[in-house]
């Protein structure tokens, strides 16, 4: 049994998704998701606009789900030691929103092993699951970069694109052959 | 450079006398303090009364500051890496009075310094300053027990009964001397 963290923002929670569906609605302008790809999260949107959207109330509460994350993360946590590890501390305001988006969409997880901090350099476990180089970086266990448009440059980490990938990196149950993974947990 | 991990609650934070404050002024009984002693935390108070304190809001947001935490955490902050580390997860209306406490209390400390989570065996420091046998058993790194009326029976951990001595485990300057703490930072 191995510990693994796992990160939130573009990891379980589509963030990029929802911020440009948020700044489209807001805004009145869609943003073809491929001018996020190689650069600086935040930086395809004009200056300032994507911190005012990621501060305000309400916007973590909504962020859709990473697709194939609950499937996958609930067939790990029936075999492995699964934290959720989220940098929430940047905005205060997520701390509520988050916890209760996991109490919705990933009610399996308990309390106990939901952490939010800022810095990620205080965890240790076995694995980490992380879209960010600088948490990565500094990681001891084995890092894998989930893919994210502004990672996209970074060749340093074993990289998963999906959590199928995910899947099949665990030699998780059910994955090859197709079939749900919600009958492994 | 030392990276310790410091917990909020009978720590940072007098949690004992908050709870002995609130169920006087909404039970109207003044438990005498030596009651809490040896016994597991808020067995003194009438079955449920403790969680249910705890569980409302507001609770967490007026909790006193415990006596010479703010100058020693913040001496301890200017010579080593600094983490606050709150099992916070329990009591999810604490996230948001967690962090608004600490902002006011001690504004030195950075959002990428603080950790809200459940179980702390994934916490990685040199050091771990707590009131939990169950938060320091698992601590890999050097565990300081300080001292709340709850673990007085432990005789596993070095002690620390005050702030007082936590700065001077960790030799901190002008503690001896009396001078104020404040000029180290």
Not at 114 to 124: A, D, L, R
Not at 125 to 133: E, G, Q, R, S
Request: aromatic share 10%.
């Amino acid at each position: 049994m191995a510990k693994i963290a796992i990160d939130m923002d573009n990891v379980m929670a589509d963030l990029t998704q929802h911020l440009l569906d948020v700044y489209a609605r807001e805004y009145g302008e869609v943003i073809d998701p491929v001018r996020l790809n190689n650069i600086p999260e935040g930086s395809a949107f004009p200056e300032g606009v994507a911190m005012k959207i990621l501060s305000a109330p309400g916007f973590f509460r909504g962020i859709p789900v990473m697709a194939g994350s609950q499937e996958v993360v609930k067939a790990l946590a029936a075999q492995h030691e699964v934290f959720v590890v989220s940098a929430a501390m940047e905005f205060p305001l997520s701390l509520a929103e988050k916890h209760a988006w996991l109490e919705e969409h990933f009610p399996f997880i308990s309390w106990k092993n939901i952490v939010f901090c800022g810095s990620k350099t205080i965890v240790e476990a076995d694995y980490m699951i992380d879209d960010h180089d600088k948490n990565l970086s500094t990681f001891k266990g084995t890092p894998l970069l989930f893919t994210a448009p502004h990672n996209l440059p970074l060749q340093d980490y074993t990289r998963v694109n999906s959590w199928e990938e995910v899947a099949a990196y665990f030699e998780l149950n059910a994955v090859e052959s197709g079939a749900s993974l919600q009958t492994v947990a």
